[in-house]
């Protein structure tokens, strides 16, 4: 009796769990619907949220590849020296015009007075010339009109002297004496003489215009000496000038690269100037820009001030990509070929969004979201 008990107790307990397991199992049954409806309502949910943001972003091309930009101009010496006064430091601002560095001035200083001696010098030395070929015109036409005229009385002189002779020699002895004969051929060889160097100072006198241009040759020489003394003293100062080196812009300075009491030599770089123009160079992928054109709105990101939001518009895009500027360009046409997509940098100007308190420093990286059609 007591092993049939404790069989029916066994039965009946293994009917309660076969009944709970079936409880078990409807309910279950009864939850599944939920789960399922839960997990389309999340599947449509995700669905429109994607939806949604393409068709926000279809239309906008964005890259990481790009930079800011800018111009940074090299201030450099005209003129050796060394440097007496150093009035920036680094990363100061400066105006264009502001004294950067004075270079000592004392043989500038000195080259101009020697200049400024010298062109006085020039010009008295073209104005004396210049009052000799006054002085050429009047002096050679009247020294040819004296030569004429002292030949004529030269050949007068001569007439007759050749006249005495001949009375000399056509009278009988007891007429004249030898005396006189004497006299006549000492003076018609002397009359002779007297032709012959007039005629010599008529020669050296006939040239007057030969003679004029010569002195005004003199005079254009003392004009070009003039030139290149006065040229010489435009250059005196400008060196002097240049002993002040003067910012060409406004901008900021880097790179500083001198001290008080170097140095400094002609064309050596001293620093830079970062001028306060900034833009953005994005390298787009050559897919990328197929409906990019100059004028289209930009949204630029600043990694480096995560809460600034510039706005621009592109400006232009290069005609041709990165690698078609580099040193070593690439020869498809040997060896294997393996495509790369290339990058095309395109220029991007900030219109608005910049803080005044916080300059953008140039090759920093920012993304660039571009809204084409």
């Known amino acids: 009796m007591a092993q049939g008990d404790e069989q029916d107790n066994r039965a009946s307990q293994g ?29 449509a949910v995700i669905a429109v949220v994607w939806l949604g943001y393409w068709l926000l972003t279809r239309n906008q091309i964005e890259t990481d590849d790009a930079f800011t930009a800018g111009r940074k101009l090299s201030v450099a010496p005209h003129v050796n020296g060394y440097v007496t006064q150093l009035l920036v430091n680094d990363n100061q601002f400066v105006h264009a015009g502001q004294i950067l560095v004075k270079i000592d001035d004392r043989d500038y200083l000195a080259s101009l007075h020697k200049a400024e001696a010298s062109i006085a010098q020039a010009q008295a030395n073209f104005a004396a ?18 030569a004429k005229g002292a030949l004529s009385s030269a050949q007068a002189q001569l007439f007759k002297a050749e ?32 032709v012959m160097r007039a ?34 003293l ?31 030599q002609t064309g050596q770089k001293l620093f830079s100037i970062v001028e306060p123009e900034v833009w953005v160079v994005a390298n787009f992928k050559e897919t990328q820009i197929a409906k990019m054109r100059a004028g289209q ?28 500027f580099s040193a070593f360009p690439p020869e ?28 953008l420093p140039l090759g920093v990286s920012v993304v660039p979201t571009v809204t084409v059609p």
Do not use: C
């Open 15 to 43: 009917d309660d769990e076969q009944k709970n397991d079936q409880g078990k199992q409807n309910g279950g049954k009864k939850r599944s619907p939920v789960k399922i409806a839960i997990l389309i309502l999340v599947v």
């Open 129 to 146: 010339a210049t009052q000799m070929v006054l002085v050429a015109k009047q002096n050679f036409p009247g020294r040819l009109i004296s």
């Open 163 to 194: 006249t005495d002779y001949r009375r000399q020699h056509s009278v009988s002895r007891a007429a004249t004496t030898q005396q006189d004969i004497d006299y006549s051929k000492a003076a018609l060889d002397q009359a002779r003489a007297e």
């Open 199 to 232: 005629e010599g100072e008529l020669q050296q006198s006939t040239p007057v215009q030969a003679n004029i241009d010569n002195q005004e040759s003199s005079m254009q020489q003392q004009k070009a000496a003039l030139k290149a003394a006065e040229a010489d």
């Open 234 to 264: 435009v250059q005196a100062q400008l060196n002097l000038g240049w002993t002040e080196l003067r910012a060409p812009h406004d901008g900021w300075i880097s790179q500083r690269n001198v001290e008080q009491g170097d140095f400094v």
């Open 297 to 324: 709105k930009a949204e630029i990101e600043v990694d480096s001030y995560p809460n600034l939001k510039l706005h621009g518009h592109v400006d232009s895009i290069q005609l041709g990509a990165g690698s078609a």
């Open 332 to 359: 498809n046409a040997t060896g294997n070929f393996v495509k790369i997509v290339q990058r095309v940098p395109v220029k991007i100007l900030i219109d608005s969004g910049l803080d005044p308190n916080v300059p």
